[in-house]
C-alpha cells in the first residue's frame, strides 16, 4: 500500500491552450510547472515526518474552476520519493469533462 494524499488549486485564469484531445505537452507544461511547485511547498513537513516509515507518497492535485468539471481543468499525480525528497514520476490529464464522459 502506498500513502497518499490529495490537493485542489484553483484553475489558472491567464491559461490559454488546448484542451481534451487537441491538447499538447506544451498546452499542459505550465499547468505541471504550477502543480509542482505547489507540491514541492506542501511536501517539505511531509518528508520530514515520513522519513524511515515509506519509500513514496503519491499526490493527487486538481486544477479546476470552482468544481467546474465542465471547463478545462487538469488532473495531476505525482510520486513523491521519501528519501530523494523530490517527485519522481508525474501523469498530467487535462481535458474538458463533456469530452472525457464521451470517450
Same mark, same amino acid.
Do not use: Q
Given at each position: ?15 490559454s491552450g488546448n484542451s481534451g ?9 505550465? $499547468? #505541471?510547472?504550477?502543480? !509542482?511547485?505547489? @507540491?514541492?511547498?506542501?511536501? *517539505? %513537513?511531509? &518528508? ?27 488532473? $495531476? #499525480?505525482?510520486?513523491? !520519493?521519501?528519501? @530523494?525528497?523530490?517527485?519522481? *514520476? %508525474?501523469? &498530467? ?11
Amino acid at each position: 500500500m502506498t500513502p497518499g494524499g490529495f490537493f485542489s488549486l484553483p484553475f489558472p485564469k491567464d491559461w490559454s491552450g488546448n484542451s481534451g484531445w487537441n491538447s499538447t505537452v506544451l498546452d499542459i507544461k505550465p $499547468l #505541471v510547472s504550477l502543480g !509542482d511547485a505547489f @507540491l514541492r511547498r506542501m511536501l *517539505r %513537513g511531509v &518528508a520530514k515526518a515520513a522519513h524511515g516509515k515509506v519509500d513514496v507518497i503519491t499526490i493527487g492535485l486538481d486544477m479546476n474552476e470552482n468544481g467546474d468539471l465542465k471547463r478545462p481543468h487538469v488532473e $495531476l #499525480v505525482a510520486v513523491f !520519493d521519501v528519501s @530523494l525528497g523530490k517527485i519522481v *514520476r %508525474g501523469l &498530467a490529464n487535462h481535458t474538458p469533462y463533456p469530452a472525457k464522459k464521451e470517450t
